[in-house]
């Protein structure tokens, strides 16, 4: 399975916020079909906030991980591409919350940091691109 999806949806008459919540749903509905399982969506930790908590399970060896997703979006025409918009800062906020997430819920598996960005295209598509271990903490 590749990391690309693509799809029409009609998101023309969605105002910015409910965008974020459509591209989120988009998102998710992209990872379960990937197999994965979902175990929370837009869990908070003071003013920090997780978009997708998913599991993984490896078929061969039954070992599980721990998907952190970051969901980015932006509408065309844009100079970069929704991805791009995860800088350091939102880097560093998403895993102090993970750091939060993995303790108050005894996780004790593996733990990747991805990005789903979602990008609403002019002619009505949505282009859907899953950028797997996006970046790494520095435990």
Same mark, same amino acid.
């Given at each position: 399975? !590749? !990391? @690309?999806g693509q799809?029409? =949806?009609?998101?023309? !008459? =969605? $105002?910015r916020?409910?965008?974020g919540?459509?591209?989120?749903?988009?998102?998710?509905?992209?990872?379960?079909?990937?197999g994965?399982?979902?175990?929370?969506? !837009?869990?908070?930790?003071?003013?920090?906030?997780?978009d997708?908590?998913m599991?993984?399970?490896?078929?061969?060896?039954?070992?599980q &991980?721990?998907?952190?997703?970051?969901v &980015?979006?932006?509408?065309?025409?844009?100079?970069?591409? #929704?991805f %791009?918009?995860?800088?350091?800062?939102k880097? &560093?906020? =998403?895993?102090?919350?993970?750091?939060a997430?993995?303790? &108050?819920n005894?996780?004790?598996? %593996?733990?990747? @940091?991805?990005?789903?960005?979602?990008?609403?295209?002019?002619d $009505?598509?949505v282009?859907?691109e899953?950028? #797997?271990?996006a @970046?790494n903490?520095?435990?």
């Amino acid at each position: 399975m !590749n !990391n @690309f999806g693509q799809q029409a =949806v009609d998101y023309k !008459n =969605v $105002g910015r916020g409910e965008k974020g919540s459509v591209a989120e749903d988009l998102a998710l509905d992209f990872l379960l079909k990937r197999g994965m399982a979902l175990l929370g969506r !837009n869990w908070r930790v003071g003013h920090k906030e997780l978009d997708i908590l998913m599991m993984s399970t490896n078929m061969s060896t039954g070992e599980q &991980r721990l998907h952190v997703v970051e969901v &980015r979006s932006l509408s065309e025409p844009n100079l970069q591409l #929704p991805f %791009e918009t995860v800088d350091i800062k939102k880097q &560093r906020a =998403v895993i102090s919350a993970a750091s939060a997430y993995i303790y &108050r819920n005894r996780i004790m598996c %593996e733990t990747q @940091f991805d990005i789903v960005s979602v990008l609403f295209e002019k002619d $009505g598509n949505v282009r859907i691109e899953y950028l #797997p271990e996006a @970046f790494n903490p520095k435990w």
